[in-house]
């Protein structure tokens, strides 16, 4: 059974359940908009699992991460062992969100960055990119 669904298909349903046949395409395309914004995210995650490593860190973003760095060490300096128990495990932690939050932004410019060249594609700029 195919899970796509064509304009022909969904104009039958329409007329089958009398919906009207603005509102049946209305959905039926929103369902189509949400089926791929979930391939898009798996192709994304896929993407940066593949290539994470390789996205380019920003100046301004290694400058802030050395200033973390220098005072992460600095408090630890002074802690006692529970302190500094506690201190890894916020730390862990607040990587692990670093991390989940990065991916989330990463998924959603991939997929703002699919809609931006469909769009391109339709409105006849296509034959200005390479490819």
């Known amino acids: 059974m195919s899970t796509m669904v064509t304009a022909y298909k969904i104009a039958e349903i329409a007329k089958s359940h009398r919906v009207s046949l603005d509102y049946a395409l209305e959905f039926g395309a929103a369902c189509y908009d949400a089926g791929m914004v979930e391939v898009l995210k798996g192709v994304a995650i896929e993407v940066l699992a593949r290539e994470g490593s390789n996205i380019v860190t920003s100046k301004y ?12 060490k600095a408090l630890k300096n002074v802690l006692n062992e529970e302190e500094k128990q ?3 495990d916020f730390n862990d932690e607040f990587h692990d969100l670093v991390y989940a939050e990065a991916e989330n932004y990463f998924i959603e410019g991939f997929i703002q960055g699919y809609r931006y060249l469909k769009l391109l594609s339709y409105s006849g700029y296509a034959d200005y990119m390479e490819g």
């Not at 973003?61 to 992460?72: A, D, G, L, M, V």
């Open 86 to 88: 506690l201190l890894e």
């Open 61 to 72: 973003t290694k400058e802030k991460r050395s200033i973390i760095e220098k005072k992460y």
